[in-house]
RNA sequence: GCUCGGGUGGUGGAACUGGUAUACACGCAGGACUUAAAAUCCUGUGGGCAUAAAAGCCCGUACGGGUUCGAUUCCCGUCCCGAGCACCA
């Protein structure tokens, strides 16, 4: 019989609730340990088993470092705001406040089933307005500071104010220059908006039109949004950002200080995109406009033939001829319409125009054409390149389609490879290496030296200078959309104003309805005192101040991004019981001495599709924090990990659409163009024959396509079946379908029940045999599988055990349950080595008493125990869970085997046991006659002494080839050992009467004899 | 295209800094207990050759080379899978 885990779990759950065993202290003499879980968003489809599992890893080792004596906070919180939820109010009219409540409700009651040791008064919610009050806080602060490149960090806005007006110094207001003194409130206002860390520009966006709002680079995968898939365009608009590019050389720095994973590191890289070049300017004749070029190539510069610039360049429409001015216009509306993804999908396309204007050469004086061409972007560098046809793939691209001249500069090394000619005409050569030719001062130098010598060169001659750029853009911090942080600030006559501090939080308003306006305004214009007045706040009642006079005015229609609050979420968790803190003693976003006291998160897990999402904007966040000497960390986490993604097995259902064609063949073409798309190998009509009879791919309008030819496949929708209606051998039964339909009206609609073709199986129930794919888990893909079944039906502690069995923590893999009775099989094993049969029962029998002897423990015994325990610590140590669960079966099973029920054994065991299963461990452990939680027993001390051999079976190879043991004993010296080897019997008979060339003995490892 | 991971039995996966490849588990096959089933326990299980049986031999960590007494591990080349970036000048 199975040991009772329901009863022990829900015993023990209500125990450490009921105690608070895992209320973290901030005054403790302990050292700390912060392990953090990405905090997950509570959807509308619950917990599913991808998610604990990094929740049970960062568990172990939480519970680990208690027992090894370390004060763990261990916090778990929701990240609410979100799009999922206000599209589901939009659909409803249900506040999406409502919805994330109660999806908040499920997840923590699936997670306290699971036995996390979380310290639950400390949960945070980042839509929850104490919360996003310090959200908005930090906004504000944001906004009051600028980048100080002279000190490399943030500072107060109003040391930048100071500097302006003490200097009266001049500053740019459009194209006109004016002194600061001199400026009226608004052009202040603008001035400052080029410094401030958060401001307001008009700036190119994705936008959604599909989600109605604008999306981060990030947000944006292929040309359509990541939420949902749809198109977004670009669109100039009025954008808050956040100026993330000023700390993109410490983002990119600082990441050899922590220990996070290469992948992560190398995508947080490539997305900052730093390069080094130099930045050249060219004069056009007979005008007062020049064209800044940024480069990595100046040592190419004799080899340019042309400048392109991006459409959006102001300087396009400045410099047009006025013949080129109509098929210049025309070109510039058709590339600003291109959507982003028609423009990333045919990179290969290449288009453009010319100006009719030409620049000068600064070095050779000659007359260069300018170009416009999509292939330039226009929030790169300058918006402008200089064409080096000979050098660069793109211009040589551009240069070949528009009949440019190509001019060699640099000579290839003769290795390279042996068509990267760069020869005028054939091909290009882009490689970083090579000698120069056909330029000047430049002539023989190796490309590294002649970059060196012409920056030096550029910047004598005032033509430039040596420039790093960054690929890396701001952040576009504002969304059309309500379920988000209302951004603090009003407009007064037009000048962007924050709230005050005592104003905050500034909570999200009523409206009537989730979507934008009738003119196009977002959902937030919708409420009806959307005012702010200094003297009295929002509320009421609402002193208008109006946008065109007096004090006051309206206030910010966009909300915060879904990144906002999780930026910073560390950092609040520090707050002893934040969850109960009343509104009156919450007094900053973290009190220093907690702050100071756990500093940053030792261990970090979470998914990697965060990489350049929330892992950066934290650390830019933390950066910021430090510069203003509110956080004493430059990094918000030591140690990262990711965890594998768990995949679901979907189960689909294809719809083949047949519809009348001439020709024969085509149906076989068709249907093989999707097979290959899906890594299928093609079909032979015969195959597509017998596929059809066997059913499998026999879910068609038309059956009798084969009686009769002249049909083809017209198109091949994949239907997600749930697969709570699929039995374990990918079978549809016709009932299960028939049930479907009755519930849900799209299966109804899409799949046509009588046209399936169905088999029978033994009994001559009807099932159609669908195909499983692996994918991503999702509610849309019907293919979630929650915990609640197998916390049910095998225990919590299975699950934890089972999650960490399935392979490394940082490995995904699909979800199965192939081997779960083999994780249960080991608990159940574990707990008989506490219980004897009571009344002589068989095998274990159904009466078990807990029974544990006191005797003296055997070296065998105590040697399988300590293995262990070293074996569990190294690998918690190195978060190898899965070899860990391998050690506790193998060593169970040695106990087993021994008839070990020694407490002197088992008491230490069950400790070691504890972070993985923890409630079983607390049951033994209080049966073992403990009236405190195992929680803060310590960790058994491993003793070497009772692992160590006197003898070792050596393996003896021959020519490496290992063909026996001899046992022999660990105090041999190497000499000794071989004298004893080639003694042996068996020895002779491999060396053949030959005499060894070689004998190679390393002491407790092997024996190799060279014949 | 560039960058970073990864390829081990029927399956998930082990193997520390080069030292007995396939631990542990699933699955499968056979057996014990049982009226029977479940549960539990035991035995076997990389492929091939060979044998009455035992011993024994050969091949095997994607593929081809190399270094080494010895390579899943290190080096070079190729193929495949996954992830990130992708007209970033």
């Known amino acids: 019989m199975a040991y009772p885990f329901g009863d022990i779990e829900k015993k023990w759950q209500e125990y450490w609730s009921e105690h608070k065993t895992f209320r973290a202290e901030n005054n403790s003499a302990k050292p700390k340990f912060y392990a953090l879980d990405m905090f997950p968003y509570p959807s509308g489809a619950g917990l599913h088993v991808g998610h604990p599992l990094g929740y049970i890893a960062s568990d172990i080792v939480s519970r680990y470092k208690r027992l090894k004596g370390f004060n763990v906070l261990h916090p778990m919180g929701y990240d609410s705001f979100g799009l999922p939820a206000e599209q589901y109010a939009i659909q409803t009219g249900q506040h999406p406040e409502k919805t994330t409540k109660e999806n908040i409700a499920r997840y923590r009651e699936q997670m306290d089933k699971i036995g996390f040791s979380f310290d639950w008064t400390r949960e945070v919610q980042t839509s929850d307005p104490n919360y996003y009050k310090w959200t908005q806080w930090i906004f504000l602060k944001l906004f009051n500071s600028w980048y100080n490149p002279e000190t490399d960090k943030a500072e107060l806005i109003q040391n930048l104010i100071q500097k302006f007006s003490s200097q009266n110094s001049k500053v740019k207001i459009g194209e006109a220059e004016k002194f600061w003194n001199e400026c009226s409130e608004k052009e202040k206002s603008d001035v400052l908006m080029n410094y401030r860390l958060a401001y307001l520009s008009e700036a190119w966006v994705n936008w959604c039109p599909q989600l109605g709002t604008v999306l981060a680079n990030e947000e944006v995968k292929d040309g359509v949004s990541e939420r949902g898939g749809y198109p977004v365009e670009r669109k100039l608009m009025p954008q808050w ?102 423009r990333q999908s045919d990179v290969k396309k290449v288009t453009g125009q010319f100006t009719g204007a030409y620049a000068i050469h600064p070095f050779t004086g000659e007359k260069l054409p300018i170009w416009i061409g999509d292939y330039v972007l226009a929030g790169y560098g300058t918006g402008a390149v200089m064409g080096v046809p000979a050098h660069d793939t793109r211009d040589f691209a551009f240069a070949k389609h ?59 001659r005032g033509l430039g200078k040596g420039k790093t750029q960054f690929r890396l853009r701001d952040a576009i911090f504002g969304r059309q959309r309500y379920w988000g942080e209302p951004i603090p600030i009003y407009y007064e006559k037009g000048i962007p104003k924050v709230i005050e501090e005592k104003h905050l939080p500034l909570e999200l308003p009523q409206v009537d309805k989730y979507l934008p306006t009738e003119t196009g305004e977002p959902p937030l214009a919708r409420a009806a005192d959307w005012y702010y007045h200094p003297n009295g706040g929002v509320t009421s009642p609402p002193l208008r101040g109006g946008d065109r006079g007096g004090v006051g005015g309206a206030l910010e229609l966009t909300t915060m991004p879904g990144w906002a609050g999780s930026s910073w979420y560390y950092l609040r968790y520090m707050v002893q019981d934040v969850k109960h803190i009343k509104p009156e003693d919450d007094k900053a976003f973290a009190d220093k001495n907690s702050i100071n006291y756990w500093r940053d998160v030792d261990l970090y897990i979470g998914g990697a599709e965060h990489a350049t999402g929330h892992l950066l904007y934290v650390r830019f966040w933390t950066k910021f924090l430090f510069d203003l000497g509110l956080i004493p960390v430059i990094e918000p986490a030591k140690k990262l990990i990711n965890q594998g993604m768990i995949q679901g097995r979907s189960m689909l259902l294809f719809r083949y659409i047949f519809v009348e064609a001439e020709k024969k063949s085509s149906i076989v073409s068709d249907l093989n163009k999707h097979l290959e798309a899906q890594g299928d190998s093609p079909y032979s009509p015969d195959d597509i024959r017998a596929e059809f009879s066997n059913g499998h791919l026999c879910h068609v309008n038309a059956i ?41 009206a799209f299966y109804k609609e899409s799949v046509y029940e009588n046209k399936i073709s169905w088999s029978k199986d033994e009994v001559g129930n009807e099932f159609f045999l669908l195909t499983d794919e692996v994918e991503k888990m999702s509610k849309s893909k019907r293919n979630v599988v929650t915990p609640d079944d197998i916390c049910k039906n095998f225990g919590a502690d299975t699950l934890r055990l089972y999650e960490m069995f399935l392979g490394p923590l940082e490995q995904s893999k699909p979800w199965n349950t192939n081997g779960i009775s083999g994780v249960f099989g080991f608990l159940n094993k574990f707990w008989r080595l506490f219980m004897s049969p009571s009344g002589g029962g068989q ?85 073992l006659g403990h009236k405190e939680s195992i929680s803060f027993a310590p960790f058994p001390v491993y003793n070497e002494s009772h692992t160590i051999d006197d003898s070792y079976a050596y393996p003896v190879s021959f020519n490496g080839k290992m063909r026996f043991n001899i046992e022999l004993s660990l105090s041999l010296t190497p000499a000794e050992i071989e004298k004893e080897v080639l003694a042996f019997d068996q020895t002779k008979k491999y060396l053949e009467g030959k005499q060894p060339k070689k004998v190679i003995v390393v002491p407790k490892k092997i024996v190799n004899i060279v014949v």
């Open 402 to 460: 528009f009949g440019l001249p190509i001019i060699q500069v640099v000579q290839p090394p003769v290795n390279s490879s042996p068509n990267g000619g760069g020869q005028e005409g054939a091909s290009c050569f882009d490689g970083k290496e090579g000698k120069c030719l056909n330029s000047d001062l430049l002539n023989g130098l190796e490309v590294k030296d002649a970059i060196k010598k012409i920056i030096s060169e550029i910047e004598k």
């Open 704 to 744: 009798h396509v084969f009686e009769n030819v002249n049909y083809r496949c017209s198109s091949v929708t994949p239907i997600h079946i749930p697969i709570e209606y699929v039995d374990d051998k990918n079978r549809l039964f016709r009932n299960k379908l028939l049930e479907l339909q009755k519930r849900e």
């Open 843 to 927: 095998g274990g029998g159904q009466d078990e008493r807990f029974s544990v002897s006191n005797e003296e423990p055997t070296k065998p015994e105590l040697k399988t125990l300590h293995k262990t325990i070293k074996k569990i610590q190294d690998d918690i140590e190195h978060y190898s869970f899965n070899t860990s669960v391998s050690a506790f079966m193998i060593c169970t099973n040695e106990l087993t085997e021994l008839k070990c029920n020694k407490r002197a054994i088992l008491e230490p065991l069950v400790i070691l046991l504890s972070p993985f299963a923890p409630h079983i461990a607390e049951e033994l452990w209080n049966k």
């Open 241 to 342: 950002s956040l100026r993330i590019t000023a700390y993109a050389n410490r983002l990119l720095n600082d990441l050899e200080k922590i220990d996070w994973s290469e992948s992560i590191k190398e995508s947080q890289r490539n997305w900052i995109g730093r390069s080094e070049g130099s930045s050249l300017k060219f004069q056009i004749p007979d005008s007062k406009f020049q064209i800044e070029v940024f480069t990595t190539r100046p040592d190419t510069v004799f080899g340019v033939t042309f400048i392109t610039l991006a459409p959006e360049s102001e300087l396009v429409s400045r410099l047009t001829t006025p013949e080129n001015k109509k098929a210049v216009d025309e070109y510039v509306h058709y590339a600003k319409n291109r959507s982003e993804r028609e």
